[in-house]
Protein backbone atom coordinates (compact mmCIF):
# COMPACT_ATOMS: atom_id res chain seq x y z
CA UNK A 1 0.00 0.00 0.00
CA UNK A 2 2.61 2.45 0.72
CA UNK A 3 4.89 2.23 -2.24
CA UNK A 4 1.85 2.04 -4.76
CA UNK A 5 0.72 5.79 -2.64
CA UNK A 6 4.21 7.33 -3.13
CA UNK A 7 4.28 6.72 -6.73
CA UNK A 8 0.94 7.52 -7.29
CA UNK A 9 1.00 10.65 -5.32
CA UNK A 10 5.04 11.55 -6.18
CA UNK A 11 4.71 10.73 -10.00
CA UNK A 12 7.26 7.91 -9.76
CA UNK A 13 7.35 4.67 -11.84
CA UNK A 14 5.68 1.91 -9.73
CA UNK A 15 8.82 -0.05 -10.72
CA UNK A 16 11.06 1.67 -9.28
CA UNK A 17 9.91 3.28 -6.14
CA UNK A 18 11.41 2.37 -3.19
CA UNK A 19 9.59 -0.54 -1.03
CA UNK A 20 10.76 0.60 2.29
CA UNK A 21 7.53 2.82 4.94
CA UNK A 22 10.20 5.03 5.75
CA UNK A 23 11.83 6.48 2.98
CA UNK A 24 16.22 6.66 2.84
CA UNK A 25 17.52 10.42 2.26
CA UNK A 26 18.20 9.76 -1.56
CA UNK A 27 14.31 8.93 -1.31
CA UNK A 28 13.36 12.66 -0.66
CA UNK A 29 12.99 15.67 -2.34
CA UNK A 30 14.99 18.24 -1.34
CA UNK A 31 13.08 21.50 -0.30
CA UNK A 32 14.39 24.90 -1.45
CA UNK A 33 13.73 28.52 -1.61
CA UNK A 34 14.69 30.80 -4.64
CA UNK A 35 14.81 35.05 -4.88
CA UNK A 36 16.14 36.62 -7.65
CA UNK A 37 16.78 40.93 -7.71
CA UNK A 38 19.04 41.27 -10.70
CA UNK A 39 16.36 42.67 -13.27
CA UNK A 40 16.28 46.00 -10.83
CA UNK A 41 19.89 46.18 -12.11
CA UNK A 42 18.45 46.56 -15.77
CA UNK A 43 18.70 50.54 -16.83
CA UNK A 44 15.32 50.51 -18.31
CA UNK A 45 13.84 48.77 -15.10
CA UNK A 46 15.91 51.50 -12.82
CA UNK A 47 14.04 54.24 -13.96
CA UNK A 48 10.78 53.06 -12.69
CA UNK A 49 11.43 50.99 -9.96
CA UNK A 50 13.10 51.09 -6.71
CA UNK A 51 13.02 47.18 -5.91
CA UNK A 52 12.29 44.59 -8.12
CA UNK A 53 12.32 40.97 -6.69
CA UNK A 54 10.96 37.60 -8.09
CA UNK A 55 9.98 34.75 -5.62
CA UNK A 56 9.60 30.88 -5.55
CA UNK A 57 9.79 28.47 -2.87
CA UNK A 58 9.27 24.83 -2.66
CA UNK A 59 8.55 22.73 0.93
CA UNK A 60 7.76 18.71 1.64
CA UNK A 61 7.18 16.86 4.31
CA UNK A 62 6.74 12.96 4.45
CA UNK A 63 5.18 11.95 7.65
CA UNK A 64 4.79 8.41 9.32
CA UNK A 65 2.35 8.01 11.94
CA UNK A 66 2.08 6.22 14.79
CA UNK A 67 3.38 2.19 14.69
CA UNK A 68 3.92 -0.68 16.25
CA UNK A 69 7.30 -2.74 15.61
CA UNK A 70 6.78 -6.63 15.65
CA UNK A 71 9.34 -7.97 18.24
CA UNK A 72 9.80 -11.36 16.30
CA UNK A 73 11.30 -9.58 13.29
CA UNK A 74 14.60 -10.88 12.71
CA UNK A 75 16.54 -9.26 9.88
CA UNK A 76 19.56 -11.11 10.10
CA UNK A 77 17.98 -14.85 9.77
CA UNK A 78 20.01 -17.02 7.58
CA UNK A 79 17.44 -18.18 5.08
CA UNK A 80 16.21 -14.87 4.09
CA UNK A 81 12.79 -15.05 5.92
CA UNK A 82 12.81 -11.87 7.86
CA UNK A 83 9.09 -11.90 8.46
CA UNK A 84 6.78 -14.07 10.14
CA UNK A 85 3.06 -15.49 10.09
CA UNK A 86 0.60 -15.10 12.84
CA UNK A 87 -1.48 -18.15 13.59
CA UNK A 88 -4.50 -17.09 11.13
CA UNK A 89 -1.62 -17.10 8.44
CA UNK A 90 -1.59 -13.37 8.37
CA UNK A 91 1.65 -11.50 7.13
CA UNK A 92 3.05 -9.81 10.30
CA UNK A 93 5.71 -6.63 8.85
CA UNK A 94 8.28 -5.35 10.66
CA UNK A 95 6.12 -2.27 11.23
CA UNK A 96 2.33 -1.74 11.38
CA UNK A 97 1.75 1.05 10.59
CA UNK A 98 -1.51 3.59 11.16
CA UNK A 99 -1.02 6.49 8.82
CA UNK A 100 1.21 8.49 6.34
CA UNK A 101 1.10 11.20 5.15
CA UNK A 102 2.59 13.69 2.03
CA UNK A 103 2.47 17.56 2.87
CA UNK A 104 3.67 19.91 -0.69
CA UNK A 105 3.44 23.75 -0.80
CA UNK A 106 4.79 26.17 -3.45
CA UNK A 107 4.42 29.26 -1.00
CA UNK A 108 4.99 31.05 -3.62
CA UNK A 109 5.08 29.05 -6.82
CA UNK A 110 5.43 32.35 -8.42
CA UNK A 111 5.95 36.11 -6.62
CA UNK A 112 6.57 39.31 -7.77
CA UNK A 113 7.15 42.06 -5.51
CA UNK A 114 7.94 45.90 -6.69
CA UNK A 115 8.36 49.54 -5.52
CA UNK A 116 7.85 52.04 -7.39
CA UNK A 117 10.19 55.57 -7.73
CA UNK A 118 6.96 56.83 -6.25
CA UNK A 119 6.87 54.28 -3.68
CA UNK A 120 4.01 53.01 -4.29
CA UNK A 121 4.26 49.30 -3.74
CA UNK A 122 2.67 46.15 -5.82
CA UNK A 123 2.65 42.71 -4.83
CA UNK A 124 1.57 39.65 -6.71
CA UNK A 125 1.54 35.90 -5.07
CA UNK A 126 0.28 32.36 -6.29
CA UNK A 127 0.14 29.94 -3.78
CA UNK A 128 -0.65 26.23 -4.35
CA UNK A 129 -0.68 23.58 -1.10
CA UNK A 130 -1.81 20.31 -0.91
CA UNK A 131 -1.59 17.78 2.18
CA UNK A 132 -2.56 13.84 1.32
CA UNK A 133 -2.93 11.15 3.91
CA UNK A 134 -3.16 7.73 3.90
CA UNK A 135 -4.62 5.63 6.71
CA UNK A 136 -4.39 1.79 6.36
CA UNK A 137 -6.41 0.94 9.09
CA UNK A 138 -9.37 1.98 6.91
CA UNK A 139 -7.56 1.57 3.49
CA UNK A 140 -8.92 5.40 2.88
CA UNK A 141 -6.75 8.48 1.34
CA UNK A 142 -8.06 12.60 2.81
CA UNK A 143 -6.87 14.49 0.10
CA UNK A 144 -6.40 18.36 0.84
CA UNK A 145 -5.65 20.82 -2.20
CA UNK A 146 -5.78 24.80 -2.18
CA UNK A 147 -4.87 27.41 -4.60
CA UNK A 148 -4.66 30.86 -4.09
CA UNK A 149 -3.66 34.32 -5.72
CA UNK A 150 -2.64 37.43 -3.43
CA UNK A 151 -2.68 41.05 -4.60
CA UNK A 152 -1.26 43.65 -2.65
CA UNK A 153 -0.55 47.67 -2.80
CA UNK A 154 0.90 49.75 -0.26
CA UNK A 155 2.07 53.05 0.11
CA UNK A 156 3.42 55.98 2.26
CA UNK A 157 2.94 59.37 2.84
CA UNK A 158 6.44 61.06 4.42
CA UNK A 159 5.65 63.46 7.40
CA UNK A 160 1.52 63.87 7.41
CA UNK A 161 0.67 66.51 10.32
CA UNK A 162 -2.14 65.14 12.45
CA UNK A 163 -3.76 66.88 15.44
CA UNK A 164 -5.42 64.93 18.48
CA UNK A 165 -7.26 66.55 20.74
CA UNK A 166 -7.73 64.96 24.45
CA UNK A 167 -8.89 66.56 27.65
CA UNK A 168 -9.22 70.06 26.07
CA UNK A 169 -5.64 70.04 24.64
CA UNK A 170 -4.20 69.77 21.28
CA UNK A 171 -1.36 68.08 20.29
CA UNK A 172 0.24 67.77 16.83
CA UNK A 173 2.50 65.30 15.15
CA UNK A 174 4.07 64.84 12.46
CA UNK A 175 5.03 61.03 11.16
CA UNK A 176 5.21 58.77 7.91
CA UNK A 177 1.20 57.46 6.88
CA UNK A 178 2.02 53.81 5.78
CA UNK A 179 -1.42 52.69 4.02
CA UNK A 180 -1.52 48.73 2.59
CA UNK A 181 -4.15 46.63 0.76
CA UNK A 182 -4.38 42.68 0.70
CA UNK A 183 -7.07 40.54 -1.78
CA UNK A 184 -6.98 36.70 -1.65
CA UNK A 185 -8.98 34.52 -3.63
CA UNK A 186 -8.33 31.22 -2.08
CA UNK A 187 -9.76 27.47 -3.62
CA UNK A 188 -9.97 24.40 -0.77
CA UNK A 189 -11.26 21.06 -1.42
CA UNK A 190 -11.21 18.06 0.38
CA UNK A 191 -11.45 14.65 -1.28
CA UNK A 192 -11.96 11.26 0.41
CA UNK A 193 -11.28 8.20 -1.77
CA UNK A 194 -12.10 5.09 -0.72
CA UNK A 195 -9.89 2.21 -1.51
CA UNK A 196 -11.93 -0.64 -2.05
CA UNK A 197 -15.16 0.93 -2.96
CA UNK A 198 -13.39 2.64 -5.65
CA UNK A 199 -15.65 6.08 -4.37
CA UNK A 200 -13.99 9.68 -4.50
CA UNK A 201 -16.62 11.54 -2.39
CA UNK A 202 -15.54 15.80 -1.77
CA UNK A 203 -16.19 16.27 1.88
CA UNK A 204 -15.69 20.09 2.02
CA UNK A 205 -13.88 22.96 0.46
CA UNK A 206 -14.67 26.34 -0.22
CA UNK A 207 -13.21 29.76 -2.07
CA UNK A 208 -12.08 32.56 0.58
CA UNK A 209 -11.90 36.13 -0.42
CA UNK A 210 -10.09 37.79 2.22
CA UNK A 211 -9.62 41.82 2.01
CA UNK A 212 -7.06 43.23 4.31
CA UNK A 213 -6.49 46.72 5.03
CA UNK A 214 -4.46 49.04 7.48
CA UNK A 215 -3.34 52.39 8.40
CA UNK A 216 -0.47 53.03 10.19
CA UNK A 217 1.06 56.00 11.78
CA UNK A 218 3.92 56.55 14.30
CA UNK A 219 2.88 58.93 16.99
CA UNK A 220 6.39 58.65 18.75
CA UNK A 221 9.22 56.18 18.94
CA UNK A 222 7.05 54.08 21.26
CA UNK A 223 3.08 54.66 20.53
CA UNK A 224 2.38 53.50 16.86
CA UNK A 225 -1.61 54.13 15.81
CA UNK A 226 -3.69 51.77 13.26
CA UNK A 227 -6.62 51.65 12.34
CA UNK A 228 -7.88 48.31 10.44
CA UNK A 229 -10.34 46.73 8.17
CA UNK A 230 -10.61 43.05 8.01
CA UNK A 231 -13.17 40.75 5.76
CA UNK A 232 -12.97 37.27 4.93
CA UNK A 233 -16.26 35.72 2.83
CA UNK A 234 -16.72 31.85 2.59
CA UNK A 235 -18.62 30.63 -0.38
CA UNK A 236 -18.95 26.39 0.09
CA UNK A 237 -18.43 23.95 -2.40
CA UNK A 238 -19.87 21.26 -0.80
CA UNK A 239 -24.19 21.49 -0.03
CA UNK A 240 -23.88 20.57 3.80
CA UNK A 241 -22.41 23.93 4.33
CA UNK A 242 -23.46 27.41 3.98
CA UNK A 243 -21.99 30.71 3.02
CA UNK A 244 -20.22 32.67 5.78
CA UNK A 245 -19.06 36.60 5.91
CA UNK A 246 -17.09 38.24 8.84
CA UNK A 247 -15.48 41.20 9.18
CA UNK A 248 -13.25 43.02 11.42
CA UNK A 249 -12.83 46.91 11.92
CA UNK A 250 -11.24 49.28 14.61
CA UNK A 251 -7.96 50.95 16.12
CA UNK A 252 -4.54 49.38 18.01
CA UNK A 253 -2.81 51.49 20.17
CA UNK A 254 1.03 49.74 20.23
CA UNK A 255 3.41 50.57 22.89
CA UNK A 256 6.90 49.59 22.46
CA UNK A 257 8.92 49.34 26.03
CA UNK A 258 12.14 48.48 24.13
CA UNK A 259 14.15 51.46 22.64
CA UNK A 260 13.92 51.79 19.10
Known sequence: MIPAFMA??????????????????????????????????NEFIKKYLKQFNLNHSYRSTYSVGSYT?????????SDGMNYIRDQQDN??????????????????????????????????????????????SNNQVMENRSNEIVIGTGYRFDQVPVTIKAGGNQRKFESDLDLRLDMSIRDNIMIMRKLEEDVNV??????????????????????????????VINKPIVQTSYATSNTKIGFNLRFTLANM
Open 8 to 41: AYTNKDANSVTLRSMPGILSMMPNWKIQYDGLQK
Open 69 to 77: TNLLYDPDL
Open 91 to 136: FLAQREIASISISESLSPLFGIDATLQNSLQARVELKRNRNISLSL
Open 202 to 231: PTSGQTSITAKFTASYRLSTRFELKFYYDQ
